[in-house]
Structure formats: C-alpha cells, structure tokens
C-alpha cells in the first residue's frame, strides 16, 4: 500500500487538478494523509470533499515542515510514503507507478534506495529564469548529477521503513528535504531521480520573496554541511567567500541567463537576471554566515 501525504496552504486553483490527476492514476492502492495549514482561499473544503483517509488543519503559525511531515507519517500506513504538495500537477496517469517504481522490491533488492524524486516542470506562468532553473535542475537528471547534491520532497517518495528510522529533523524551517536526503547518502544509502514521473509546479517570487526563501535555504545549509565545512576546506571557502559564492557565482550564472534569454528571445528580462542572480547569491551567503 502507498500513502499520498498533501501539504496544503492557500493552493487553489492547482489543488483541483492536482486531486483529478490523482482519482485517474494507474494505480489505486493508495491513502491520502492530508495537512493543512490554515488556507483562506477554499483549499481545505476542496480538500474536504475529496474525502481523504485522513485529514486535518493545523494554524499557520505553528508550521515547521519537519514536525508536520513526521506528524503525518505516523498518521499513515503505507509502506511506501508518497510526499506530493497540493500544487504539483501529476501530468499523466502514470505518474504514480513510475515514481515509486525504483523502491519497489523487485527493483530495489538490497533496499539501499531510500527515496526517489521526480521530474517537474515549470507552469506555462513561470518567467523565463524560472524556466531555465527547471529546465536545468530536473530534466533528465545529467546537470544536478554534477552537483553537491540536490533533491526534493515536493513530488518525491521514500520508504516507511528509512524515513521511521530516520525522521526528519524538526529544528530547522527550510530545507529539511535536503538535510535528510543528504543525511541518508552520508549513511550509504542511494536517492533515485525518476525523470518519467512529471508533475507540473513552480513559483514566481519577487525580490522580497528571493530574500527570505535564500536567506532561510542558506542558514539551513549552515547545519546540513556543517560536518562537510569542518573537513573539506576548500567547500568551506568556496560557499563563504563573499567573491566566490557572491560575485562570481552571480557573474556566471548570469552569463548563462543571458545566453538562454537571446536565444529564447526574452529581451526584456537580459537586464533583470544579474539582480536576480545577485539577490538570490547574496542573500544564501547571509543566511550561510548568520547559520553558522
């Protein structure tokens, strides 16, 4: 049996689409666990009236994701645990299948594949430097299997038996993904990519909303690769020299926006992406030195 564990906050209209696709999946031997957290807009009524196994709300004020995902899985009975935000589209009747596809048994004998996370693709709304990241942080996996590391639980599972042994840790407010996932390979455990399993999610976030997502995502990285930072020198200059992990780091991507936009023909946005970069760059560097 799988368990579909929602998060919801204010996810109309993708909510809707989001449980159509769900009711039209291959596969039907599942539960849904649904949490949210103090929607406004109808989300939880529509939530509501899909008639969850299991829901409940919790106050806005009191959301810390680690706590609320280990809440909901104890809440649960699946063996594997399906995570899928209210506002990630599965884009076919098989997304299911093909996401839980590398933890099943037959494909996973030695169950050293823990969690697995699928393809997601910007909405026809996201701006073009939004698109470029998707493009490049998912698609068929070849760029993020360069990087450090790199996962996420919006659309993604993991198996009952890992994520019980290993909760997610609840002292931090973002990232707690990337610090389990990153803990689980430290183990010698494996997280998969499935490119053939596609939901559709993104966000548009003005200069406020860069700040504050950077800022918390870096001071969350102060933790998760704090053991790294002792032992590897060289990581540890690189994300806190202000030139390096700032200024060139900005500069570079930046060229790579530009590139993109020419060749897409997004004029207007030329003189907007190196702000872009350089907001996001900056702000990661303060949350990094305020989490250490």
């Not at 899909?50 to 009975?77: M, T």
């Not at 994300?239 to 500069?251: C, E, N, P, T, Y």
Request: proline share 4%.
């Amino acid at each position: 049996m799988i368990s579909i564990i929602i998060r919801s906050k204010d996810e109309m209209p993708w909510v809707k689409h989001t449980l159509r696709l769900l009711r039209l999946q291959s596969r039907q031997d599942f539960e849904v666990i649904a949490v949210d957290s103090g929607s406004r807009d109808g989300s939880y009524e529509y939530l509501l009236d899909f008639q969850p196994e299991v829901i409940y709300r919790i106050k806005a004020e009191e959301y810390i994701p680690g706590k609320v995902l280990n809440a909901a899985i104890r809440k649960s009975k699946g063996e594997i645990i399906v995570f899928n935000n209210a506002d990630c589209i599965p884009q076919n009747r098989e997304w299911l299948q093909k996401l839980v596809e590398p933890l099943l048994p037959e494909n996973n004998p030695d169950a050293k594949t823990v969690a697995v996370f699928c393809n997601q693709v910007p909405r026809p709304n996201a701006t073009p430097l939004v698109q470029k990241d998707y493009h490049r942080a998912f698609g068929d996996g070849e760029i993020h299997s360069q990087w450090r590391h790199f996962f996420s639980l919006a659309s993604s599972a993991v198996l009952r038996s890992a994520i019980e042994a290993h909760p997610f840790r609840e002292d931090i407010q973002y990232s707690e993904d990337i610090e389990w996932s990153w803990r689980m390979k430290q183990m010698g455990y494996r997280i998969a990519y499935q490119p053939l399993a596609i939901v559709e999610h993104s966000h548009n976030y003005n200069l406020k909303g860069i700040a504050k997502r950077y800022f918390g995502e870096g001071k969350a990285e102060a933790v998760i690769y704090h053991e790294l930072y002792q032992q590897d020198e060289a990581a540890r200059e690189r994300d806190f020299s202000l030139l390096r992990s700032v200024i060139l780091a900005a500069g570079k991507e930046s060229l790579r926006d530009i590139i993109y936009l020419i060749k897409h023909r997004h004029w207007d946005w030329i003189a907007v992406a190196p702000l872009y970069r350089y907001m996001q760059r900056y702000h990661a560097y303060r949350g990094r030195a305020e989490g250490m």
